[in-house]
């Protein structure tokens, strides 16, 4: 969200957090805001949902390092082994219930909850505006949810303030957490408050939106199996005619001078201020960034990096197989270690990375979009959380299993005729399966779905037996670090831990099983 709430914002966390009175004096505290008496005005209710626009744009850099880590896509990267042992036991599934990014995630999920259940209990039903921020700490609440549900399987449901006996809440089951996230973004898409596009290339728009919570609720029926219900809700969003591919370079659909252009369904605004700099800090952007001090960067983006979430060999194998080595999409996505070369991108004599010759493209960081005064650390390209690619796909899997082969295949030859590649017919879930990962890869989507899909082992089974090293000659050597057994995707890796604080502190909660 915009930058100008982030200074009325902290005045309110420091409100909150402020102390002290004189029970002697009995005097009115000033500063101090309450729950019972604040969020009553529009700009009040306003206030409360930037926060959470806020806390979801904060966790950025461990959600995605998180889920792209644990995906089949990724190295965990840098200049060496042990550049970060907690990415790469993520990578490796060699983690624990102690893993840093499993707790930092965790919590940001529960941060978003948490201030969604403060706004819908004490932000009344009056006004439009009121209702709408209603509506849309709803679908905040259900992404959350949907998240936690779709990773840890049975999280505590918490759908209000909890009273300090409330504390330790249990496992949730599965029919109540799906139960509030179908009821959450049913209410708030028919509460017809939502904000919608005007068109379909109005970029003015970076609220929650009808369609938004339309297609998350289509995502999360398709989690359900419930394919006819999703099928309804994403062919709404397509059948608006708000929303369309992008049809510039593909390698600009998530770039920064491209921001929210017809194809983001939703996205966390970044707004350039030169006095405010360090407000779109990024060290997300930073570490994926190729490694700079062992390699000479002479194209045209930023200079900075510390190597990590270099394509595997077989995402490009994968992408060969369906396109060939020249195919459009392929070389716009990522780039070989020769075509790197050819741009005047270089490993540098004696020393050597962490990569199998394969480096990303599509989310290259552009000179341009990080600010002068940035140091590397600032970014101001937008987060996207959903775009239209990803809507269709999840379209062409939920009309597949509801019975409509034609519609399913128009779906996913949208996306493959943007691609440059040929349509097909009859298609099946397999030909989904490989096009969500060369569509959507760098784009937190692959984990999740080989989880649903019962494909983890399959595809993950052996992360963690080598490791690559690339020199500068293009030379790539493989070392192994792991010893047999202690690595690698296994069945209990089809839900992820409770962080070993949670299970600490709440005597309620069941870890799951294996763990």
Not at 61 to 89: P, V
Not at 336 to 363: A, R
Not at 393 to 421: F, I, P, S
Not at 492 to 499: C, V
């Amino acid at each position: 969200m915009k930058s100008k709430y982030i200074t009325l914002i902290l005045f309110i966390a420091l409100g909150f957090f402020s102390t002290g009175c004189s029970d002697n004096l009995n005097m009115e505290q000033h500063g101090v805001l309450s729950y019972d008496t604040y969020y009553k005005t529009d700009a009040e209710a306003e206030t409360a949902i930037t926060t959470i626009y806020i806390k979801l744009r904060g966790m950025e850099y461990n959600y995605k390092m998180l889920k792209n880590m644990l995906s089949d896509d990724f190295w965990a990267g840098g200049g060496g082994r042990g550049d970060n042992s907690q990415l790469e036991a993520l990578n490796e599934y060699t983690f624990d219930a102690g893993q840093d990014f499993l707790k930092s995630v965790f919590e940001s999920y529960y941060g978003i909850i948490y201030a969604s259940n403060v706004a819908l209990g004490h932000i009344p039903e009056g006004t439009d505006v009121q209702k709408q921020m209603r509506a849309e700490a709803k679908v905040f609440r259900a992404f959350a949810y949907f998240e936690l549900i779709s990773m840890w399987g049975t999280p505590p449901l918490v759908d209000h303030e909890l009273k300090a006996s409330e504390y330790n809440q249990p496992n949730g089951s599965p029919e109540a957490l799906w139960n509030l996230v179908n009821t959450d973004l049913t209410e708030a898409i028919n509460s017809n408050y939502l904000t919608q596009k005007s068109s379909i290339d109005d970029n003015t728009n970076y609220r929650v939106t009808k369609q938004f919570a339309q297609a998350l609720l289509g995502k999360a029926y398709l989690w359900q199996k419930k394919y006819k219900e999703a099928a309804e809700q994403l062919n709404a969003v397509i059948n608006s005619g708000l929303y369309g591919l992008y049809q510039g370079d593909y390698s600009d659909i998530l770039a920064y001078d491209h921001k929210n252009n017809r194809e983001s369904v939703f996205e966390s605004n970044r707004v350039d201020d030169a006095t405010n700099v360090w407000d779109n800090s990024s060290l997300y952007q930073l570490m994926i960034g190729w490694r700079t001090d062992c390699m000479t960067i002479s194209s045209d983006v930023y200079s900075s990096g510390w190597g990590f979430c270099n394509p595997r060999k077989g995402l490009y194998d994968a992408f060969v197989a369906e396109e060939g080595t020249d195919g459009y999409r392929l070389n716009e996505t990522m780039k070989t270690y020769p075509q790197m070369v050819k741009l005047g991108n270089t490993v540098n004599s004696g020393k050597t990375i962490i990569s199998e010759g394969y480096f990303t493209w599509k989310i290259r960081v552009k000179k341009g979009e990080v600010p002068a005064a940035g140091y590397g650390f600032a970014d101001n390209n937008n987060i996207r959380w959903m775009r239209y690619a990803e809507v269709l796909l999840l379209a062409a899997e939920a009309n597949l299993n509801a019975g409509d082969q034609l519609l399913a295949d128009k779906d996913l030859n949208e996306v493959r005729t943007r691609a440059k590649v040929a349509t097909k017919t009859g298609i099946t879930l397999d030909d989904i399966v490989n096009e969500k990962r060369l569509e959507l890869c760098f784009e937190c989507t692959r984990y999740q779905d080989l989880i649903r899909w019962g494909l983890g082992e399959k595809f993950m089974g052996t992360q963690g037996l080598n490791c690559p090293i690339l020199d500068s000659n293009g030379n790539v050597t493989y070392k192994s670090y792991n010893s047999e057994g202690k690595y690698g995707f296994k069945e209990r890796n089809n839900l992820l831990p409770f962080p070993s604080t949670e299970v600490n502190l709440n005597t309620n909660i069941v870890q799951n099983t294996g763990w």
